[in-house]
């Protein structure tokens, strides 16, 4: 059954601080006599009214603090003179626009509202809350957006459980504003609906380089990275030109997982006719990598310079991966106070918990860029005799 809100039920018809503003001035106006009377000073009841209470609120402080001057000029026998008159016209006044105040407030209020929650909602869409642990893996995810009002942007990040593991998303989107939160959206959406169901890491971004070039609108290109973590601890990154996931080893070294040759970003016509960087490894019990954006490792200090994520190594040990995220904020921050042109900021802590009779694995190996990545898609597999992308540079890499 639908119950309505209680502030309709029983509606406000004053507001305390007007009324008590009132009454303040009616004792002063007490202890200074009948020979002095503030009549016209009633009207502060309304005027602080609107600050905060709701139109009708403001009229009833008004007609509160009219009462009041009422009955004091009956008191004194001066209620038809133009003394009183004047007195009452402030209050009405004073109360008339107080009431007009508070309404363009309250919509204003209503506006701003609305817009919370369609801020809200694109956050949920863009970097919805992430599990503590989704399959082998334990995990935590933080946002900072370069404006201290906002709530996105253009990083993003995402993981996907598949199968035997999980699949993984960290991406940056060139620019700021409605349209890198657009093209995020995109990419993000490509990237949900195609690392449950594609069988090759590398195939999924194939698909979300073709949700790219599919808007023709947009001029903007992406970096990101894609990585797979089975259950028995095979680690699989490729990179499209994003910064290099950081692994923490359990005994606190920090290694980073740089290809042998980097891929370049998504959206550049050049992506057609290279491959991603690719980086292999094994990773143990406890294992953490560190997936984020550049507006990590570029935020700088009063002397130019970068932070030094890979020395700060240790602050993504010995705690959980949220508290670690935190500590690691808060280290950046401190590296930065005082510095200016601050941009956003993705981490994504991934900690690899094991799997049972995996303890005899071979150590940590990394095999760089070690096996060619094929494009598996035929041009017919991947639609491209429907797509609507003219001299679209994927589609003559297939062909060929």
């Not at 089975?230 to 005994?251: C, F, M, Q, R, W």
């Not at 550049?294 to 310079?305: I, K, V």
């Not at 990394?366 to 639609?383: D, F, I, K, S």
Request: aromatic share 4%; proline share 6%; hydrophobic share 40%.
């Amino acid at each position: 059954m639908y119950h309505r809100p209680a502030s309709r039920i029983h509606p406000q018809i004053a507001d305390c601080r007007g009324v008590c503003a009132v009454l303040g001035v009616a004792l002063l106006d007490a202890a200074l006599g009948e020979d002095v009377r503030l009549l016209a000073l009633y009207s502060v009841g309304p005027a602080l009214s609107a600050v905060r209470a709701a139109p009708r609120a403001v009229i009833g402080t008004g007609a509160f603090a009219g009462l009041v001057a009422v009955l004091l000029t009956l008191h004194d026998g001066i209620l038809g003179t133009h003394r009183a008159v004047s007195g009452f016209i402030a209050i009405v006044l004073v109360t008339a626009v107080s009431t007009v105040a508070a309404r363009r407030r309250t919509r204003q209020e209503s506006r701003l509202a609305a817009a919370r929650r369609v801020a809200d909602a694109t956050q949920l869409a863009i970097a919805p809350s992430m599990p503590a642990t989704e399959g082998p893996v334990r995990l935590a995810a933080s946002y900072e957006s370069a404006d201290t009002g906002a709530h996105v942007g253009g990083d993003f990040c995402e993981v996907v459980p598949v199968r035997n593991g999980v699949r993984i998303l960290m991406g940056d989107v060139q620019g700021k504003g409605l349209g890198a939160v657009s093209l995020s959206n995109t990419l993000l959406g490509s990237f949900r609906d195609n690392a449950p169901v594609e069988a090759h890491l590398e195939d999924v971004g194939l698909r979300m380089s073709c949700s790219m070039l599919r808007r023709p609108d947009e001029e903007r290109f992406a970096t990101m990275t894609l990585a797979q973590l089975t259950d028995s601890g095979e680690l699989t990154v490729l990179n499209y030109g994003h910064p290099s996931p950081l692994i923490t080893l359990a005994d606190g070294t920090g290694r980073w997982a740089h290809p042998r040759q980097p891929g370049l970003p998504l959206g550049l016509a050049a992506l057609a006719h290279c491959e991603p960087g690719s980086y292999r490894c094994t990773l143990h019990a406890g294992d953490r990598v560190l997936f984020h954006t550049d507006g990590l490792t570029e935020s700088r200090d009063e002397q130019n310079r970068f932070y030094p994520l890979e020395a700060r190594a240790g602050l993504l040990r010995d705690a959980d991966p949220a508290a670690c995220l935190d500590r690691l904020r808060a280290d950046v921050h401190a590296h930065a106070a005082g510095s200016e042109g601050v941009d956003d900021s993705a981490l994504l802590l991934v900690e690899y918990q094991g799997q049972p009779g995996a303890a005899d694995r071979p150590a940590i190996s990394a095999e760089p860029g070690r096996r060619r990545l094929p494009l598996r898609h035929t041009p017919e597999v991947l639609g491209c005799h429907v797509c609507a992308v003219a001299d679209c540079p994927l589609r003559d890499a297939l062909d060929s």
